[in-house]
């Protein structure tokens, strides 16, 4: 019998997240968040964008293993690394860069979260199973929804997504395709910041909750979820 099925404690299954855990608690002990600010990117800004046109490819390789590093680690601060992004390599390159980290960086945490959570809900209670049979019968949906909308943690989903055990090829895209759109206002915002980072202010990091941003997400949450508004309307239909 497997050790997922036997509901038996296994320390090499949460051995993963134990190992992620420990280097955020590492990062936090080292003082690491206090670089995670505009004062401090304002204040590294000519080193930072040296080292990016010194760098190159490798700069932007540097740049990427790093932010998923620290989303792999569920440290806060995803908006403002993607609005760096946007800063030291324009709009595009930037919004390109920053997805594939988090999108690195979340599949990460979550396999180690599902070697070791993996089928939890399904020990939870009749309900809490149906909850996780709904979730996983239309997880791409659902994923893509969260994503879009951003209303929940970005580490909290990750782990909720692990729990239920989802598919790992669902979990890629729908972290991928649900980014985008918030990932390139930020990034656009971070590529124009430069002077008001110079002048000691900071960008406003809920612009993406303007209506004329806001509204195309909410229409991109609609048509996310559209194909289980139609499952459940075919299901409770009256049979002929």
């Known amino acids: 019998m497997s050790e997922s099925s036997s509901g038996t404690f296994a320390p090499r299954r949460i051995a ?10 590492l990062f ?24 990016v046109a010194k ?18 680690m569920s440290v806060p601060g995803g908006a403002i690394l993607t609005v ?16 594939i980290a988090a999108t690195i960086g979340a599949t990460a945490i979550f396999l180690a979260a599902r070697a070791g ?5 399904a020990r939870g209670g009749p309900r809490l ?3 996780e049979a709904g979730f996983r019968e239309n997880a791409l949906s659902y994923l893509l929804a969260v994503r879009l909308m951003p209303i929940f943690p970005f580490w909290l989903v990750n782990l909720a997504a692990a729990a239920t055990g989802m598919k790992l090829s669902s979990y890629v895209l729908g972290t991928f395709l649900g980014m985008i759109p918030a990932t ?16 000691g202010g900071h960008p406003d990091l809920n612009i993406h909750t303007l209506q004329p941003v806001l509204l195309p ?4 949450v609609v048509l996310a979820l559209l194909p289980v508004i139609y499952k459940r309307w075919r299901n409770r239909r009256p049979a002929a």
């Open 16 to 25: 993963p997240i134990g190992i992620i855990a420990a280097a955020a608690v």
């Open 28 to 51: 936090f002990v080292l003082g690491g968040q206090h670089y995670l600010t505009f004062d401090a990117i304002a204040a590294n800004r000519e080193w930072l964008c040296g080292a």
């Open 55 to 72: 760098g190159g490819l490798g700069a932007a390789i540097g740049f990427i293993v790093v932010y998923a590093a620290l989303v792999a």
């Open 84 to 99: 760096t992004s946007g800063l030291l390599f324009g709009a595009w390159f930037g919004t390109a860069y920053a997805l």
């Open 117 to 121: 959570f993996a089928g939890l809900l």
């Open 129 to 131: 199973r149906r909850v």
């Open 184 to 199: 390139f206002v930020f990034a656009k915002l971070g590529s124009g910041i430069g002077d008001l980072l110079a002048d």
């Open 217 to 220: 997400i909410i229409g991109l």
